[in-house]
């Protein structure tokens, strides 16, 4: 899938697995890395020790996660560091860490994840987009259909899961036609 969507011009995929242990979820990571090369850069969710033993580009963590700076200390300072916010105060704390960037979501219902926070609604994006300059990255059920109108409230990016999953490619090249 991963070199589908770099295929399509995608430049920048998030490795998640909920469910493996460390070990497994090292060797794939380091099988994609050595796979897919510089292609793109590959974000590690939640483990910022496996995301530079794999050699990933950064890291990307919840709000039940390492913290911000405890995943700094780890990554160190090149490597990029996201961090997933779902309310206004915790977009207003996380824009005074050294996180790179912010998520803000669910911004729709989502199905990727089985007890998913509150959805925030296009409202949520044009509240919190004037509290931070960082770059904002929407989540939770963005589709084709709707990664517009996200955009259009605020945010920076979009981030996807199930709207690339039947036809990773296909998908990617319509998403990156529709946010030109």
Known sequence: ????????????????????NPRSILEVAVE???????????????RADLARAAD???????????????ARKVIGASLWLGVS????????????????YLAIGPVFPTSSKTRPDPVVGLEGVRRVRPLTRKPLVAI??????????????????????????REPRKSAEEFLAILG
Do not use: W
């Not at 994609?32 to 969710?45: C, Q, T, V, W």
């Not at 950064?58 to 700076?69: C, Y």
């Not at 916010?85 to 790179?100: F, G, L, N």
């Open 1 to 20: 899938m991963a070199e589908e969507l770099s295929a399509a011009g995608v430049r920048l995929v998030e490795y998640r697995d909920k469910s493996g």
């Open 140 to 165: 939770g059920g963005i589709t084709r259909q709707n990664c517009r109108s996200v955009v259009a409230a605020g945010a920076d990016s979009v981030a996807v899961i199930s709207d690339l999953l």
């Open 85 to 100: 916010t779902h309310r206004p105060e915790q977009v207003e704390a996380a824009d005074q860490t050294s996180a790179d």
């Open 32 to 46: 994609l890395r050595r796979h897919l090369g510089d292609s793109l850069r590959l974000i590690m969710n939640d």
């Open 56 to 70: 990933f580009a950064g890291v990307h963590v919840g709000q039940d996660d390492l913290s911000v700076e405890g």
